[in-house]
């Protein structure tokens, strides 16, 4: 019922940008937190950022680096990727629910397919 699909990844020079988006549908879908994880290949999926009704949390490796945003009618969730380094190649998952949880925490109840983000140095 409720569908999450990422877009705007893509190979990207280091130092350069990215803006992804995540568009959120669904007939109940009004989440409490929607947030952003990414997983490089055989490594674990990290938390990168998330963003509630009261404001954005980031993890240390990105803040200063990158930006998350809803829009108006908090169906949208964004991350803008500034400054971009080798390491932060990855495929990046959307997520999104309901619940009040830990915003690092893997256990959203909503999950995108990914988008791939390479940067290459």
């Known amino acids: 019922q409720v569908q999450l699909v990422e877009s705007g990844g893509g190979l990207v020079q280091a130092g350069g940008s990215l803006r992804l988006s995540c568009a959120g549908s669904?007939?109940?879908?009004?989440?409490?937190?929607m947030a952003w994880f990414r997983q490089d290949s055989g490594k674990e999926r990290d938390f990168v950022a998330a963003?509630?009704?009261?404001?954005?949390n980031y993890a240390n490796s990105v803040k200063g680096r990158f930006t998350v945003s809803r829009d108006n009618a908090k169906n949208t969730v964004y991350l803008q990727m500034n400054s971009l380094k080798p390491e932060d190649t990855a495929v990046y998952y959307c997520?999104?629910?309901?619940?009040?949880?830990?915003?690092?925490?893997?256990?959203?109840?909503?999950w995108g397919q990914g988008t791939q983000v390479t940067v290459s140095s």
């Open positions: 997520a999104a629910t309901r619940r009040i949880v830990r915003p690092e925490s893997p256990t959203y109840e909503y």
């Open positions: 669904g007939r109940t879908f009004t989440p409490y937190t």
């Open positions: 963003i509630n009704w009261s404001g954005p």
